[in-house]
């Protein structure tokens, strides 16, 4: 009984693989992006009045995957009040990710990977840029393009080592005589931020 109901779940799962769909977008061509069905519904709800522009009618059509694997990794940096870095070739970038120090080449794997505070540095022949990053996400497309979304950045070289010793002890001190669990978190916050700031500058 147990041999002929492992051999029904192992034909029910080559059959799901059979007619599963790929998740890879590597056979996906590029298409320009369309609202169609938006504008259709529109002019149905109010003929008069011309459709207004959405979000999708301002994408770009996604780049076509190359064959080979280019030589440069495309990167652009992104703040909330500005662009940091825009479609700059480079030949690596390593980025503070939640799981550890990520380096991204080109022709890596698709990836979203959530950043946590630390360095995130340039590499651009013998030249290498260093940004201290709070926190955001690195988005990693099939075709070499990295685009990296942090809430806030600096260069490392600008900032002050005197004043996050000064930020570290205060917020220590903070975490030491809080008494509530907003005031623990906030200080908590505090701690983690400087102390990655500290071991940014020491590494």
Same mark, same amino acid.
């Given at each position: 009984m147990l041999r002929h109901a492992a051999r029904r779940l192992a034909t029910r799962a080559a059959a799901s693989r059979s007619s599963s769909r790929a998740l890879s977008t590597a056979g996906v061509p590029a298409e320009a992006a369309d609202d169609s069905a938006f504008v259709e519904a529109w002019k149905k709800v109010a003929p008069n009045i011309e459709a207004p522009a959405t979000p999708i009618s301002l994408m770009q059509p996604r780049p076509p995957i190359p064959a080979a694997i280019p030589s440069k990794l +495309? /990167?652009? =940096? /992104?703040?909330p009040y500005k662009s940091e870095i825009a479609n700059k070739e480079v030949d690596m970038v390593i980025v503070p990710a939640t799981t550890g120090q990520m380096g991204v080449l080109p022709g890596h /794997? #698709? +990836? !979203?990977a959530e950043l946590k505070p630390g360095v995130l540095s340039v590499h651009e022949g013998n030249d290498i840029t260093k940004y201290f990053v709070s926190s955001g996400f690195a =988005? /990693?497309? #099939?075709?070499? !393009?990295a685009d990296i979304v942090a809430v806030e950045a600096v260069p490392l070289d600008q900032i002050d080592p005197a004043l996050v010793q000064q930020g570290l002890a205060e917020f220590n001190s903070?975490?030491?005589s809080a008494s509530t669990d907003l005031e623990k978190a906030e200080a908590q916050i505090g701690v983690d931020v400087h102390s990655a700031l500290n071991a940014a500058l020491a590494g």
């Amino acid at each position: 009984m147990l041999r002929h109901a492992a051999r029904r779940l192992a034909t029910r799962a080559a059959a799901s693989r059979s007619s599963s769909r790929a998740l890879s977008t590597a056979g996906v061509p590029a298409e320009a992006a369309d609202d169609s069905a938006f504008v259709e519904a529109w002019k149905k709800v109010a003929p008069n009045i011309e459709a207004p522009a959405t979000p999708i009618s301002l994408m770009q059509p996604r780049p076509p995957i190359p064959a080979a694997i280019p030589s440069k990794l +495309t /990167v652009n =940096f /992104v703040l909330p009040y500005k662009s940091e870095i825009a479609n700059k070739e480079v030949d690596m970038v390593i980025v503070p990710a939640t799981t550890g120090q990520m380096g991204v080449l080109p022709g890596h /794997v #698709a +990836t !979203i990977a959530e950043l946590k505070p630390g360095v995130l540095s340039v590499h651009e022949g013998n030249d290498i840029t260093k940004y201290f990053v709070s926190s955001g996400f690195a =988005f /990693v497309h #099939a075709n070499s !393009i990295a685009d990296i979304v942090a809430v806030e950045a600096v260069p490392l070289d600008q900032i002050d080592p005197a004043l996050v010793q000064q930020g570290l002890a205060e917020f220590n001190s903070k975490l030491g005589s809080a008494s509530t669990d907003l005031e623990k978190a906030e200080a908590q916050i505090g701690v983690d931020v400087h102390s990655a700031l500290n071991a940014a500058l020491a590494g």
